[in-house]
């Protein structure tokens, strides 16, 4: 079975940093590209950034771009997403996503549908 | 990136129809035939329902379809059932290499 299972949430103060990880199971990790996608309390889906799966490319927002970093180690089936300078705008549930690409589109590169998804974690941003 | 476009809420009652659509620009559904559809069912995470525009990954159900014309995509739910009640969304693929996600659209079973 296809698993994602994320942790590292927690309360963390304006302005400090946090690291999030995501463990995979149930697919050749390394052979695909993944995501992650944020909700605000009370919010809509919001895409974060997304990698790909030899880790060479990466893709953000532009709400996080230069704040928030994507990488994975391949070697322990493990997405990360390290935030910094973080902002009370930043409080939601942080969702990791295995990405599945268009119709005869390879899996390595593609990031434009997420097709599993992990439960999710939570991060508060606050005072 | 501005969200894309949907209504907040729509109904039906059980057996009918309804459709939710999902407005971009030039830069995204229009440009892209990478447009997807999610339903988020409370307090769970998103799962797939179409992409590709109209395609449905294995398992969902053919009571679900997608379209789209032009800068609009459609997601329409025929056969309305109680389990339908959720929150969906689109999203799209657009010319900044990222990706874009609508509003979410309510979606209530009389």
């Known amino acids: 079975e296809v698993q994602l299972v994320g942790s590292g949430g927690g309360l963390v103060e304006p302005g400090g940093s946090l690291r999030l990880s995501c463990a995979a199971s149930g697919f050749t990790f390394s052979t695909h590209a993944m995501t992650w996608v944020r909700q605000a309390p009370g919010r809509g889906l919001e895409w974060v950034s997304a990698i790909v799966g030899t880790g060479t490319n990466t893709y953000y927002a532009d709400s996080v771009k230069g704040r928030f970093t994507i990488s994975r180690d391949n070697s322990k089936n493990t997405l990360y997403l390290h935030m910094s300078s973080l902002r009370a705008e930043d409080t939601a549930v942080y969702y990791c996503?295995?990405?599945?690409?268009?119709?005869?589109?390879?899996?390595?590169?593609?990031?434009?549908?997420?097709?599993?998804w992990g439960k999710g974690t939570t991060v508060t941003v606050s005072s | 990136q501005s969200a894309l476009t949907q209504p907040a809420s729509v109904s039906g009652s059980p057996g009918q129809s309804i459709t939710i659509s999902c407005t971009g620009t030039?830069?995204?559904?229009?440009?892209?035939?990478?447009v997807s559809w999610y339903q988020q069912p409370p307090g769970k995470a998103p799962k797939l329902l179409i992409y590709d525009v109209s395609h449905r990954p294995s398992g969902v159900s053919n009571r679900f379809s997608g379209s789209k014309s032009g800068n609009t995509a459609s997601l329409t739910v025929s056969g309305l059932q109680p389990e339908d009640e959720a929150d969906y969304y689109c999203s799209s693929y657009t010319s900044s290499i990222t990706l874009v996600f609508g509003g979410g659209t309510k979606l209530t079973v009389l």
């Open positions: 996503a295995k990405a599945s690409p268009p119709e005869g589109y390879s899996t390595y590169y593609y990031y434009y549908y997420m097709d599993v």
């Open positions: 030039s830069s995204d559904v229009g440009r892209y035939n990478f």
